[in-house]
């Protein structure tokens, strides 16, 4: 397995190292990551065998290691699976390799593909078909035939009422409620008849039904206890030399079991590589090649954090032991910093909230805005945030100081009458001047914070664009969002259906700066409570 231990070039001659572990979730490539990461996209490039697969796009990493005489090496390792196969000389093998054909996962696997063909074929059976359409075409006729017979007796039913209405004697009155007692017996005789007929195609249609249910129920069983036999097999270690599978790793998670494809990211397979092998880790990085999946924003060659779903709690074991960097969001750097005022009145305040500062108050203890209102606001009442700001994002904020005026502030909102502005540097020089985008949002599932562009299951959100100017390489842009989706202007810029140019600084879709320039930087309302036009302007100081 030595052949995946690779040396750095010269230019790593000199380059300090560093003095603690990447934080994963959020990070800056130590230039000894850069460097090898550069020889393992030198090394794909050259794989000319891999190119179509690779241009469909795929998640490396590398691992920066000292080994125990002190010599300085990087590992390097690939997502799931490449080419077929989870073993490549390059690259680190897999924790569990998954894919061995003698192995049981490749064994119960035909098994389940198996049941999947049998399905498939029971599904597609003509003899199914027919049935399946002769008992929606029963099912049609039936309820028509009884509604007709339904109508027949209601219509002859006011008949007999008319008739007795006129007056008639006693014989014709006993001659009405046998008629009356004759029809109410054919209509039960006519709803027997015609469940009959259902239930001679339903005794059919079930044996096939019964069947496909069976396979089913069995499939799911087999697929669950192959998923826990495999999440047995993963044995992961961390620094301390401690093992847990991958149920124990999860177990105390809000998950309870490992979703699929847990433990085959890079760097739980870069850091189990290590620590069987007496390598030190150093520094870590993760970088997208080929093209941007059609939901996600990933760009070719750009450095990402590891995802939080499959991995965070497999990095939380695996790690501990290391020093790691301290996560930045952490970082309480606004405590002591003043919060600018910008407008306040008896019912209304607006903040102009610094880049790194948290609306209101998350799971960490950091300072929010929220928190300082209270302070400042002692008597207020109600919820107090009309809207939020992502953390990174800087501007404007509004409160409401009681709670009628906020549920007003919050409708003016929910109703497009509050008019936002928005101002940004974009990562390269935008083609248009301005325009209008359309991109539906929702949560990444297994990636959360981050948003994702979906036409099935994401929310319509719409954002006006106006570019100021473009100079160096760059592009001052103002956003008008006429919706309020998570993340909608950082997506609609970095998406390839949106602008296709990343905020300065937005590391979760483009690339990591001291900051993320993004502003909330003017209001536009009528006032909730005097009725009076209010404008309030903030332009962020970089964009000046």
Same mark, same amino acid.
């Given at each position: 397995?030595?052949?995946?231990?690779?040396?750095?070039?010269?230019?790593?001659?000199?380059?300090?190292?560093?003095?603690?572990? $990447?934080?994963?979730?959020?990070?800056?490539?130590?230039?000894?990551?850069?460097l /090898? *990461? =550069?020889?393992?996209?030198?090394?794909?490039?050259?794989?000319?065998?891999?190119?179509?697969?690779?241009? %469909?796009?795929?998640?490396?990493?590398?691992?920066?290691?000292?080994?125990?005489?002190?010599?300085?090496?990087?590992?390097?390792?690939f997502?799931?699976n490449?080419?077929?196969?989870?073993?490549?000389?390059?690259f680190?093998?897999?924790?569990?390799?998954?894919?061995?054909?003698?192995?049981?996962?490749?064994?119960?696997?035909?098994?389940?593909?198996?049941?999947?063909?049998?399905? &498939?074929?029971?599904?597609k059976?003509?003899?199914?078909?027919?049935?399946r359409?002769?008992?929606?075409?029963?099912? +049609?006729? /039936?309820?028509?035939r009884?509604?007709?017979?339904?109508?027949?007796?209601?219509?002859?039913?006011?008949?007999?009422?008319?008739?007795?209405?006129?007056?008639?004697d006693? *014989? &014709?009155?006993?001659?009405?409620?046998? =008629?009356?007692?004759?029809?109410?017996?054919?209509?039960?005789?006519?709803?027997?008849?015609?469940?009959?007929e259902?239930?001679?195609? %339903?005794?059919?249609?079930?044996?096939?039904?019964?069947?496909?249910?069976? @396979?089913?129920?069995?499939? %799911?069983?087999?697929s669950?206890?192959?998923?826990?036999?495999?999440?047995?097999?993963?044995?992961?270690?961390?620094?301390?030399g401690?093992?847990?599978?991958?149920?124990?790793?999860?177990?105390?998670?809000?998950?309870?079991?490992?979703?699929?494809?847990?433990?085959?990211?890079?760097?739980?397979?870069? @850091?189990?590589?290590?620590?069987?092998?007496?390598?030190?880790?150093?520094?870590?990085? &993760?970088?997208? !090649?080929?093209?941007?999946?059609?939901? =996600?924003?990933?760009?070719?060659?750009?450095?990402?954090?590891?995802?939080?779903?499959?991995?965070?709690?497999?990095?939380?074991?695996?790690?501990?032991?290391?020093?790691?960097?301290?996560?930045?969001?952490?970082?309480?750097?606004?405590?002591?910093?003043?919060?600018?005022?910008?407008?306040?009145?008896? !019912?209304?305040?607006?903040?102009?909230? #610094?880049?790194?500062?948290?609306?209101?108050?998350?799971?960490?203890?950091?300072?929010?805005?929220?928190?300082?209102?209270?302070?400042?606001? #002692?008597?207020?009442?109600?919820?107090?945030?009309?809207?939020?700001?992502?953390?990174?994002?800087?501007?404007?904020?509004?409160?409401?100081?009681?709670?009628? +005026?906020?549920?007003?502030?919050?409708?003016?909102?929910?109703?497009?009458?509050?008019? %936002?502005?928005? $101002?940004a540097?974009?990562?390269?020089?935008?083609?248009?001047?301005?325009?209008?985008?359309?991109?539906?949002?929702?949560?990444?599932?297994?990636?959360?914070?981050?948003?994702?562009?979906?036409?099935?299951?994401?929310?319509?959100?719409?954002?006006?664009?106006?570019?100021?100017?473009?100079?160096?390489?760059?592009?001052?842009?103002?956003?008008?969002?006429? $919706?309020?989706?998570?993340?909608?202007?950082?997506?609609?810029? *970095?998406?390839?259906?949106?602008?296709?140019?990343?905020?300065?600084?937005? &590391?979760?879709?483009?690339?990591?700066?001291?900051?993320?320039?993004?502003? *909330?930087?003017s209001?536009?309302?009528?006032?909730?409570? $005097?009725?009076?036009?209010?404008?309030?302007?903030? =332009?962020?100081?970089?964009?000046l």
């Amino acid at each position: 397995m030595m052949h995946c231990i690779h040396l750095l070039n010269s230019k790593a001659d000199g380059i300090p190292l560093p003095s603690a572990f $990447t934080y994963p979730f959020h990070y800056n490539p130590h230039p000894l990551v850069t460097l /090898a *990461a =550069e020889e393992v996209q030198s090394y794909l490039s050259s794989r000319t065998d891999w190119a179509e697969e690779l241009s %469909k796009g795929k998640m490396f990493g590398v691992l920066i290691v000292q080994n125990t005489q002190g010599d300085i090496r990087f590992l390097a390792a690939f997502s799931g699976n490449l080419a077929g196969s989870n073993m490549h000389e390059y690259f680190v093998p897999p924790i569990y390799d998954l894919l061995r054909p003698e192995g049981f996962f490749r064994i119960e696997e035909t098994k389940i593909s198996a049941i999947n063909r049998r399905i &498939e074929s029971l599904e597609k059976d003509a003899n199914y078909l027919r049935l399946r359409n002769e008992y929606i075409e029963w099912q +049609t006729s /039936a309820s028509c035939r009884l509604s007709d017979a339904r109508k027949h007796l209601k219509e002859e039913k006011a008949r007999r009422d008319r008739l007795r209405d006129k007056g008639i004697d006693e *014989a &014709e009155k006993m001659a009405l409620v046998r =008629e009356s007692q004759f029809q109410k017996a054919e209509y039960k005789r006519l709803e027997r008849k015609i469940k009959s007929e259902g239930e001679t195609i %339903k005794t059919a249609l079930n044996m096939y039904e019964a069947a496909i249910s069976n @396979l089913k129920r069995e499939r %799911k069983s087999r697929s669950s206890d192959l998923q826990l036999k495999l999440f047995s097999r993963f044995r992961i270690l961390n620094a301390q030399g401690e093992v847990k599978d991958l149920c124990e790793i999860f177990k105390n998670t809000s998950q309870r079991m490992p979703p699929a494809g847990a433990g085959e990211c890079a760097l739980p397979k870069l @850091l189990q590589f290590a620590y069987l092998h007496d390598l030190h880790p150093l520094a870590f990085g &993760e970088f997208w !090649w080929g093209m941007s999946p059609k939901e =996600e924003i990933r760009r070719h060659g750009h450095f990402y954090p590891s995802c939080k779903e499959k991995c965070q709690p497999i990095l939380n074991h695996m790690l501990a032991g290391l020093k790691v960097e301290k996560n930045p969001l952490q970082e309480d750097v606004h405590r002591h910093s003043p919060l600018g005022i910008i407008y306040e009145d008896e !019912w209304i305040i607006v903040v102009n909230k #610094p880049s790194g500062m948290l609306s209101v108050p998350g799971k960490d203890g950091l300072d929010s805005v929220l928190e300082r209102l209270r302070t400042h606001c #002692p008597d207020a009442t109600g919820p107090l945030i009309v809207h939020r700001l992502d953390m990174a994002t800087s501007g404007l904020l509004l409160a409401a100081k009681d709670k009628e +005026t906020h549920r007003k502030l919050q409708s003016l909102f929910a109703t497009r009458n509050i008019r %936002k502005r928005y $101002t940004a540097i974009l990562e390269g020089e935008l083609d248009t001047d301005e325009g209008r985008i359309e991109l539906p949002i929702c949560p990444n599932p297994s990636d959360r914070p981050r948003q994702m562009a979906s036409i099935e299951h994401g929310k319509p959100s719409i954002t006006i664009y106006k570019v100021r100017k473009k100079e160096a390489g760059k592009t001052w842009v103002d956003f008008y969002p006429l $919706t309020g989706r998570t993340h909608q202007l950082r997506v609609h810029a *970095a998406h390839p259906l949106g602008l296709n140019h990343p905020i300065v600084g937005d &590391e979760l879709y483009g690339h990591k700066a001291d900051r993320m320039y993004l502003h *909330a930087a003017s209001l536009a309302f009528v006032h909730p409570v $005097t009725g009076k036009n209010v404008c309030i302007v903030q =332009e962020a100081d970089f964009y000046l």
